[in-house]
């Protein structure tokens, strides 16, 4: 056990007292040396593992947390601070605005992490970096996020975008630096439920996917064209599924691309962010090209 040191997107993770199974987790689902050098920042984050125990009556105060993929739930204290709580264990978030620092203090087991993942997208959110839950493609150096509730198309839309020859960034997950509009990609390899695991099959025939990992099928990026790790975001494509109209594009008013931004962005969790979070989603947006693509009939216009 000792201090354990991460890049992530420039800013810097200090593990205090690590384990090597911590470490591994954290080099898993965290360490991208893909994108190492390629943003600067005095952010830095503190992880620690606690040995205190939850306040009194903190679990009775708990609200589930939206958006999140497993149960996870919030509660938010006098304090400050925004403690996450799954089965098992927590992670407790302290803000430092004016030392550009957050606290992290993790209870619990490897076997549940999915507090201290979210803790940890919190962090790098309240840094200044936005988290994009999108499949993104990248053509003529542009980048098109697709964005969608879960079971809108989003991968399929991605699987046919590589057929017509765009380049994959990401199927799921990305940062998005507002100031200069690159977004970085969070995700190692494509997860495919069953439904869009058929997509792929009959797209790419001469494709196999890894074995089903409890979860989605993973697939190698490579395996279907040259991946890019990261591009300047040009365009939001806010995807709908319409059988009954022919697949096409449209223009879209700001209010429903706003809508569907902040979909696939979520709120932060610390309150005093939430504000010039929205002016800055205004400001980004105003920036972007945006449209509507329907999913209809016919093959989509790529």
């Known amino acids: 056990m000792g201090e354990f040191t991460l890049d992530l997107l420039g800013r810097r993770l200090t593990v205090s007292d690590a384990s090597e199974s911590l470490i591994a987790w954290l080099e898993d689902h965290w360490h991208f040396p893909e994108h190492a050098g390629q943003l600067s920042s005095n952010w830095t984050f503190l992880l620690e593992y606690s040995q205190e125990p939850e306040p009194a009556g903190l679990r009775e105060q708990a609200k589930p947390l939206e958006g999140a993929m497993n149960a996870l739930e919030v509660v938010w204290t006098d304090d400050g601070s925004v403690w996450l709580l799954e089965e098992g264990g927590g992670v407790r978030l302290t803000l430092d605005e004016k030392k550009q620092r957050v606290r992290l203090s993790w209870y619990g087991m490897l076997e549940h992490t999915d507090a201290l993942y979210q803790g940890l997208c919190e962090a790098m959110r309240s840094s200044g970096l936005i988290p994009l839950h999108a499949s993104v493609a990248v053509k003529a150096g542009k980048a098109t996020a697709f964005l969608g509730p879960s079971g809108t198309g989003k991968t399929t839309t991605l699987l046919r975008a590589i057929v017509a020859g765009w380049q994959p960034l990401c199927e799921d997950f990305g940062w998005l630096e507002p100031q200069s509009r690159v977004l970085y990609s969070w995700d190692r390899k494509l997860h495919l439920l069953p439904d869009t695991l058929q997509v792929l099959e009959r797209l790419f025939p001469q494709v196999q996917a890894d074995n089903f990992d409890g979860r989605k099928h993973p697939v190698e990026f490579s395996s279907l064209a040259q ?53 800055l989603s205004g400001e980004l947006l105003r920036r972007l090209e945006a449209q509507k693509l329907v999913l209809g009939s016919g093959e989509l216009p790529l």
Not at 231 to 258: F, G, K, N, Y
Request: charged share 15%; hydrophobic share 45%; no cysteine.
């Open 227 to 279: 991946r890019v790790w990261s591009s300047p975001l040009h365009t939001l494509a806010v995807l709908e599924r319409d059988p009954a109209q022919v697949s096409a594009w449209h223009d879209i008013p700001l209010l429903e691309t706003l809508v569907s931004f902040y979909g696939s962005t979520g709120l932060p969790l610390f309150k005093a962010l939430r504000q010039p979070f929205s002016d």
